[in-house]
Nanobody, 115 residues
Framework: QVQLVESGGGLVQPGGSLRLSCAASRNIASFIVMGWYRQAPGKSREWVAA???????NYPDSVKGRFTISRDNAKNTVYLQMNSLKPEDTAVYFC?????????WGQGTQVTVSS
């Protein structure tokens, strides 16, 4: 079983930045894709960033140019740098890892953007 542990969430003012981390219990290079999702109260979970094993990254239009996903294979950690945060970015952010056979989720970390 793979453990994914997110950290780095918190309260930030609009326009501010946060960096989330996701530490995996095994070599992240073994995953086809690692990504970040978020879920706001009363809304369904939505994808916000993905990093493939070939270092390709993708983002939805809602965060493109503001969010950056990166990975440190030596530390088995994936990061999400979030800049120019908006109140609508408020959500619980989840780390996700996909292998050929399984999908794993972290427990989530709360991000609140408010003045």
């Amino acid at each position: 079983q793979v453990q994914l542990v997110e950290s780095g969430g918190g309260l930030v003012q609009p326009g501010g930045s946060l960096r989330l981390s996701c530490a995996a219990s095994r070599n992240i290079a073994s995953f086809i894709v690692m990504g970040w999702y978020r879920q706001a109260p009363g809304k369904s979970r939505e994808w916000v960033a993905a990093s493939t094993s070939t270092a390709t990254t993708n983002y939805p239009d809602s965060v493109k140019g503001r969010f950056t996903i990166s990975r440190d294979n030596a530390k088995n950690t994936v990061y999400l740098q979030m800049n120019s945060l908006k109140p609508e970015d408020t959500a619980v952010y989840f780390c996700n890892a996909r292998s050929t056979a399984d999908v794993y989720w972290g427990q989530g970390t709360q991000v609140t953007v408010s003045s």
